[in-house]
């Protein structure tokens, strides 16, 4: 019997306790991929049945920053013009602050529940985390929440960071590379002509390139990263037009079946790129990277194997000499007016 009466003393001790029981909660951690962030502030021994019965006052530091009457049911924002708390779910003993990221500050922030004459208050950390990787593991926490595993402070993985912009600026290094056979092996006058759109084109591609480059600094997801990534891929449909020229003007290659299995390689890698381009710029948290980074490397295959090929015929060919004609006719009009001279 003893025991059924101390459970029974302990239950009523809990229920009519004249102070609120809330949870305890040591820090809340939001990112730039965060749209919406939620401060908890759950009462776990709430008793009242209406919400005229409740006021909930949220601090940041000692400075009020939200408020709720449940006798005039009116919500007061204090210069966080988004913070809410759910109405519907308060009588549940969910007092949660929900606010937009812009009008979050990291800091000890407070929640103080009263109920009719009970009170109780609960202090939660929030912090700024700089970042997640593109890795990041995401699950529900206690309180329903998102929750991800931090592991990085960058947009892309270092590896993943590196290998975007090696591969463009290797295709650009192979591009030239083939512009110098062409300019120096084949250097009539009309090759050069010829050569000049593709300098200034090639030129032009790598520098908004290295811009990209610049903007694509490692670090977390900004609207200035994804458009140095954009620079980085879209410029490289260059590199085809450019493979293409150079096989056209180049004596002996021209549209043969090795060209156009590269330039449809070439081609291809560069759909791939944009798709990963795509799907990766409007994630915070880019799972379509290796996409991405395989079709910025077909792009770099494609200019290595028009290297080689270009390499290859350029070895089975002589240099090209002015036109054989241009030279014979001089050499004959020469000839002709020595010999009118002897017949004198």
Known sequence: MWPL?????????????????????????????NNTI??????????????ADLFVKWKLGGSYIFTYNGATNESIPFNFTSAKISTRDLLKGNASLEMDRKDAVPGN????VTELSREGETTVELRYHTGLTSHACAGKNRLGGESRDWKS????????????????????LLFWGQFGIVTLKYNSSIMKEKT??????????????IVGAILFIPGEYSTKRASGLGLIVVPTVMLIILQYSIFIITPGIGMSSYSIAILILQILGFVLSVVGLSLCVTECAPVHGPLLISGLGIVALAELLGLVYM???????????????AVEEPLNAFKESKGMMNDE
């Open 5 to 33: 009466v101390v459970l029974q003393l302990l239950n009523l001790a809990y229920c009519g306790s004249a102070q609120l029981l809330l949870n305890v909660t040591k820090f809340v951690e939001y990112t730039n991929c």
């Open 153 to 172: 402070v960058s947009w892309f993985s270092p590896n993943e960071n590196i290998l975007i912009v090696i591969f463009p600026m290797l295709a650009i």
């Open 196 to 209: 000049i759109l593709l300098f200034i084109a090639g030129l032009v591609l790598t520098v908004i390139v």
């Open 109 to 112: 922030y407070t929640c103080e």
């Open 311 to 325: 390499k290859l015929t350029a070895a089975n060919q002589r240099t090209i000499q002015p036109p054989r004609k």
């Open 38 to 51: 939620l401060l908890p502030c759950i009462v776990y021994n709430i008793e009242a049945t209406a919400l």
